[in-house]
Every structure is written in structure tokens, then in C-alpha cells.
């Protein structure tokens, strides 16, 4: 939301800037810096402006100018010096009302970068420039860079912290020019004193690289100048932290840190720091005989564990080359077939775009060679069948996506209705095996007693009609024959009636399942009041059904386009005769919803 009584001045600046091209923009940014100025500082007034210019992205610009190739910007690195100056003034003091959360989280951390990278491009340009004259206005814009970003992290302290934690901030305080180091180093001094609590929430691997850097830079560098410097800086963080200055005793990366510093000669511009950081490192005798005795104990631990942790290392050397091998090879051959793969799809896709292109091209020229050849009075009816083919493909491959897509929102219930006769059927084979268990093991009815004389009765019975029908002898063979034999015709006898009793089953449920199918049909409406994809509730999944009803379609469709006289004596409103032979449809199959697949 744009503020209301908003300054005409940044209202003409911001239509400007809209309206002209990107080259121009830089230059006209730069007409802030009047408006700013001519601001009494600490006015409301100034805080309106600034708020004007953040609404209307004006510091965006800014931070998008700053981002651009320093060579493309009109003016140099005068016109970005500047730009940062601007850039620092107006977020500083800003208070960016609704859009806090992106100020504060994006656009500030982005300026921040931006200074640092800057800085970085400022560095290499002064370490190559060969003039005098040039190292000079370089090492100048320099300083304007790295004194609106330490305008900027004193308005927002928030930002120290990721400043710190930034790769460009680390190269710019490791370079060995004389200059550039110093500057570098009374700005991190000027931060410190403005928050020196944020040095301590940065990473450990940060925190030993700049104490690393400044302790090389007070001990190895010949300038009086730098060395003064890292030793204001060094004592600054020494006196700040109590945890810095226990890192500088018992780390072992700063152990002859101590004698170093005893080494330097006396008399010196930077005595004075010298000996107070002497006197910070030279802890008392009962002190250092406690941290002697901490430090051989902790030396006689890493000694143990690292010579277990090298003796692990070397022994699973060889199996980690091998690994280490075998992944370069496998990742180089995967990028080798992911670029042959991505030069294959290039290509093809090339060879597509000029298939296309050419046969563009041949249909235009037949079409443009048929234009010759029809005669003139024709071309009308030329260009309505051309367009009427055109319509028809068009059509084709819209009904075909249509019925993909039905076909695919049906697949659903056709899933539902095969899962249903898969459970139905071995529904019906589980009942069917424990009724049959149930017929093989029922218990035989017992047979009722018979009286004595019965029995004497049936004994006789037997004996006479054996006396009258002597057995013949048969031997052995003869009768594994005979059980051979009957053990076949049973075995015939039980499959044949397991398959009868199977067909039964089948044709008992085709017939459940017409009967259900044709009270559906019965009790269909209309086709005159169906809506919707009733109809297709009523499709048929049988080729020869679905043959016949096609056929029947065609005979009701012929008799339609027959000629006038074989229609003659028919009213309007009659029905159409049509022979029943035509029309007869064997329901031998089911009628369910869905089609089936060929």
C-alpha cells in the first residue's frame, strides 16, 4: 500500500526511474543522495523520506544496480560507492512497517552480500591495477564500501553475526596487500566494539580462520602498519572474551604464540599492545602448573586415541580406495550416459522439430500446387473439403482422448467387479468342498438287527445259490487286472461328476446372473429419458451381442437414408418397420456397465 503525502521529489525520482532505460537508472538513482542530505538528520521528516523510498523500491533498485557487472554500470565504480552510501543511509533508520519480516530477513542480509562481494571485486581490481593514480581511487572507493557497510551493521546489529560468517569477508581479511588488510581489520575492530557478542555465536571452523589470520598477520608480516593493527584487533577480542583468551593458552595451534610475541623487539610504536597481550597469555605459576598438567594428560589421551583411530584408518585403507574407486567410476559413468542420453534427446528432438518443419512445408506447397491445378470455380469446394477432413481427423482424436479418459475413470469400478467375482467364485468353491466333505464323511446309518431265524434263512439263501453257480478259479494276475480296471472307471466316474457337478455350478450362476441382467433391462427407462452415461450403464461386453446391436443399428439407419419412394405410404409419425430378422439380438451374455477391453 502506496503512503498517502508521500514527497514529490521521491514521486518525479520514481516515474523516472520507470520510465527510463536500464543504463540510465544508476545515474538517477544517485540524485537520492541530494534528497537525503538536504534532510536535517534525525528529523521525522528524513524517516518519512526514507519510508517513501522503501515503498516505492527505490532501495530495490539499488540492491539490483549493486548486483549488476560493475562494467555495464555508467560511471564505475564512482556511481556504485556512492550507491552503497545511499543504499546504508536509507536502510538505516527505516522503519519498514508491513513488510518488516522481508526487510529484515531478504533485503538486509542481500545489502550486506552485496557490500562483501563488492569489496571482494574492489580487492582484485587494486591488486591488478598498475598505476599509482588508479590503486589510489580504488583503495578510496574501498574505504567508502567498507565504511557503509560498518554504517549499515551499526544500525542493524543483527547482521554482524552473518557478516562474519560470510566466504567473502574471510578472503578480504586473508589478502597480504598492506592496505587492503588494515582497512579490512579496523573495520572488524570498529564492529567488535559496537557488538562484540556476536563473534562467539559464530561457527568454531570461522572463529579459529580469523584468529588464524590475525595471528599470522602480527606475527609474519613486515608492516609495521598491519601488525599494529592485528595486535589492537587481537588484544580488542583477547579482553572481549574470556573464552578467546583460554583458546589463545591451552589451544595447541597457538602454543609458542607466547614466545613469539616475547621474541619482538623492544621499542617499537606497538610495544604497548605487545606487552599487554604478554601479560594476558603469561598466566600465574599455580595456573600454569594446572593447565601443564591438563595439557600433558589431554596430549596423552589424543595420543592413544589417535594412534587407535590411525591404526582403524590404515586398516580400512584399502577397502575405502576401492570404494572411493568404485563410486568416481560409477558417478563418471552416470554423468557420461546422463550427457549421452541428454545429446540423444537433443538430437531427436531436433530431427522432430525439422520432420515437422518439412512437412509443413510440402503440405503448404501441395497445397498451393492444388490450388493451380483446381479450377478457379472449385477452390471454394477444395478449401470446405480440406477443412471438413480437418474437422474429422480433429474430432477422431478427441473422442479417442474422451474415451481414454472414460475409460480410465471406469477402471476403478471394472477392478470392483472382478475383485467381486474372484471372492464370489472362491466363495463358491470353499462351500462346495465342505459339502463334499461332508457327503465322504457323514456316518453310515446303522442297519437294523435281524432275528435268528432271518439269518439262518439268508445263510441258506447263500449257500444254495453258491452250490448252484461254482466261482471259476482265477489267478493272481488276472485279478490286479480286474482292480486295475475298476480303480480306473471309479477314478473316470469321480472326475466326471466333479466336472458335471463344476458346469451346474457355472451355468446355475450365468443363469442368476441373465435373470438379474434382464430385470434391470426391464425396469430401464427410455432413451428419450435417459440423462447423462445412462445409456452405458446397459453396455454390453460381448463381442456377438454387441456385433448384433451394431448390425440392428445399421438396418434402422438404412431404412432411415432409404429414397423417398420406398417410404411412401408412411406418415410422420409412424414407426419404422423394420424386419424382426434384423432386430433379434440372442441374449446368450450378460448386460453390465463398463465396456470391456479388446
Keep these: 500500500m502506496k503512503p498517502t503525502g508521500t514527497d514529490p521529489r521521491i514521486l518525479s525520482l520514481a516515474a523516472e526511474v520507470a520510465k527510463s532505460p536500464e543504463q540510465n537508472v544508476p545515474v538517477i538513482l544517485l540524485k537520492l543522495k541530494e534528497i537525503i542530505n538536504n534532510t536535517p538528520l534525525g528529523s521525522s521528516e528524513l524517516k518519512k523520506i526514507k519510508q517513501d523510498i522503501y515503498c516505492y523500491d527505490l532501495i530495490q533498485y539499488c540492491l539490483l544496480v549493486l548486483s549488476q557487472d560493475c562494467s555495464r554500470i555508467q560511471g564505475g565504480w564512482t556511481t556504485i560507492s556512492q550507491l552503497t552510501q545511499i543504499l546504508s543511509h536509507c536502510c538505516v533508520g527505516l522503519e519498514p512497517g508491513e513488510d518488516a519480516e522481508e526487510f529484515y530477513n531478504e533485503l538486509l542480509p542481500s545489502a550486506a552480500e552485496n557490500f562483501l562481494i563488492l569489496g571482494r571485486q574492489l580487492q582484485t581490481c587494486f591488486i591488478n591495477a598498475a598505476k599509482g593514480e588508479e590503486k589510489d581511487k580504488l583503495l578510496h572507493f574501498f574505504q567508502i564500501v567498507t565504511d557503509s557497510l560498518f554504517w549499515l551493521l551499526g544500525g542493524h546489529v543483527q547482521l554482524i553475526q552473518n557478516v562474519l560468517q560470510s566466504d567473502h569477508f574471510l578472503l578480504l581479511l586473508q589478502t597480504d596487500n598492506v592496505q587492503i588488510g588494515s582497512t579490512v581489520m579496523t573495520m572488524v575492530q570498529n564492529i567488535l566494539q559496537i557488538n562484540s557478542g556476536d563473534l562467539l555465536r559464530i561457527e568454531g571452523k570461522t572463529l579459529h580462520s580469523i584468529l588464524d589470520e590475525v595471528v599470522f598477520k602480527l606475527l609474519s608480516t613486515p608492516s609495521p602498519v598491519l601488525r599494529s593493527t592485528a595486535a589492537k584487533l587481537l588484544l580488542l577480542m583477547a579482553e572481549s572474551h574470556q573464552e578467546i583468551l583460554i583458546l589463545l593458552r591451552l589451544s595447541a595451534c597457538y602454543k609458542g604464540l607466547r614466545s613469539l610475541l616475547n621474541k619482538q623487539k623492544p621499542g617499537t610504536e606497538f610495544s604497548q599492545e605487545f606487552r599487554q597481550l604478554i601479560g594476558l597469555l603469561s598466566p600465574k605459576v599455580y595456573q600454569d602448573v594446572e593447565e601443564q598438567k591438563l595439557h600433558r594428560a589431554v596430549c596423552l589421551i589424543q595420543a592413544y586415541w589417535k594412534g587407535f583411530q590411525t591404526r582403524k584408518r590404515l586398516k580400512k585403507l584399502p577397502s575405502a580406495v576401492i570404494t572411493l574407486q568404485r563410486s568416481f567410476r560409477s558417478k563418471r559413468t552416470k554423468i557420461l ?156 466316474y469321480f472326475m466326471g461328476r466333479a466336472l458335471e457337478e463344476r458346469a451346474q455350478q457355472h451355468r446355475e450362476a450365468l443363469m442368476a446372473q441373465i435373470s438379474t441382467n434382464i430385470e434391470q433391462l426391464m425396469k430401464a427407462p427410455s432413451l428419450k429419458e435417459t440423462e447423462g452415461k445412462e445409456p452405458e450403464l446397459f453396455l454390453s461386453r460381448s463381442r456377438p451381442v454387441a456385433a448384433k446391436a451394431k448390425q440392428a443399428h445399421l438396418t434402422t439407419l438404412k431404412h432411415i437414408q432409404a429414397p423417398w419412394w420406398k417410404k411412401l405410404g408412411e406418415e410422420a409419425g409412424d414407426e419404422i418397420d423394420v424386419p424382426k430378422d434384423d432386430l433379434s439380438v440372442e441374449l446368450g451374455t450378460l448386460f453390465i456397465g463398463g465396456t470391456k477391453p479388446p
Design 337 to 492: 550416459l546422463k550427457l549421452n542420453r541428454q545429446k540423444e534427446e537433443e538430437d531427436r528432438r531436433l530431427q522432430l522439430q525439422l520432420q515437422r518443419q518439412r512437412a509443413m512445408r510440402l503440405s503448404r506447397e501441395l497445397r498451393l500446387s492444388m490450388l493451380e491445378i483446381v479450377h478457379p470455380g472449385q477452390v471454394e469446394k477444395h478449401n470446405r473439403e480440406i477443412e471438413e477432413k480437418s474437422a474429422l481427423i480433429i474430432q477422431k482424436h478427441w473422442r479417442g482422448y474422451r474415451e481414454r479418459k472414460n475409460f480410465r475413470q471406469q477402471r476403478p469400478s471394472l477392478t470392483e467387479y472382478k475383485a467381486a467375482v474372484t471372492l464370489q467364485r472362491a466363495t463358491l468353491k470353499f462351500l462346495a468342498k465342505c459339502r463334499k466333505k461332508k457327503k465322504l464323511f457323514a456316518p453310515c446309518e446303522g442297519l437294523r438287527e435281524l432275528p435268528d431265524a432271518r439269518r439262518v434263512e439268508l445263510k441258506q439263501q447263500v449257500d444254495d445259490y453258491v452250490r448252484r453257480h461254482p466261482g471259476s478259479q482265477m489267478s493272481d494276475v488276472t485279478s490286479k487286472e480286474l482292480h486295475s480296471q475298476a480303480q480306473k472307471q471309479l477314478q473316470h
